[in-house]
């Protein structure tokens, strides 16, 4: 299934596969994905452990092999870029991972772990440190987290740290993968919140992946639904996180939680009830 969006696809994923091998079986994680995502765009992916989401945010930043189809970032095919070429890509293509902690070197203050990126690519000293304070700016940290260490921070924080690194370059496109899951659900809406102001402010477009459609519903302007490798449905944010058609995103949206114990009482029991009437595996 593909989902389209208006204008020129900054993003496009064209069927793509992704094959395992395990011995001498082959898992195929990703059957047939396709995919666009234009400029200022978020674009939700939404599937349980093991659906494939996280594996297509792979496929995109070449952590995971791809067997067949293409992928295209503003028009070039980056299916298999590799060395130089896929380090060029880091200026306009990065990440935000699950765990803000294991994904910083704690070794190294924020204000080294900001400016090796930009160091590494030839960028001077001086210009390293006023880009610094201007992304520590940008994700709402004070500027004397630059002599600080990950593990002086919360988790909410390091993730602004994590995310300050990822828009140090200033790239097009960030892939967020589960970059809130980790967080308790105060720092989830604040961290949320932030993706939303720094999208409005530079105009970088996120692919945000997620088990969670109450989480999408807050940041994509569009979702796509993941199954045992296959997208099952895909449409605007209201219409999947709200009123869907398939009855796999159907319980995904009953599974998120709500505030009110009687409406998620409710909820509980309409998944039980969707459950039993799809005992076998969803189409």
Known sequence: ????????????????????????????????????????????LVGESGSGKSTLG????????????????DGRDIT???????????ADLQVVFQDPYGSLD??????????????????????????????????????DTVTRYPSEFSGGQRQRVAIARALVRRPRLIVCDEPVSALDLTTQAAVIDLFIDIQRETGVSYLF??????VVRRICHRVSVMYQGECVESGPNETVTR????????RLLLASPVADPARQAERRRSWLGLRAVSASPVP
């Open 80 to 90: 298999h870029a590799k060395g130089a070429e896929r380090r060029r890509l880091a």
């Open 243 to 250: 009123d869907p058609g398939h009855p796999y995103t159907r």
């Open 106 to 143: 704690p070794t190294l203050t924020v204000g080294q772990i900001l400016a090796e990126p930009l160091t590494a690519s030839g960028t001077g000293r001086a210009e390293a440190r006023k880009a610094v304070a201007e992304m520590l700016d940008h994700v709402r940290l004070p500027a």
């Open 209 to 214: 992946v997620s088990h969670d459609l109450g």
């Open 58 to 73: 792979k496929a995109i930043l070449g952590l995971a092999p791809v067997t067949s189809g293409t992928i295209r970032f």
């Open 1 to 44: 299934m593909t989902t389209d969006t208006h204008g020129d696809a900054l993003l496009e994923v064209d069927d793509v596969i992704v094959d395992y091998r395990r011995g001498r079986s082959t898992f195929r994680a990703l059957k047939g994905i396709s995919m666009k995502i234009g400029a200022g765009e978020c674009v939700g």
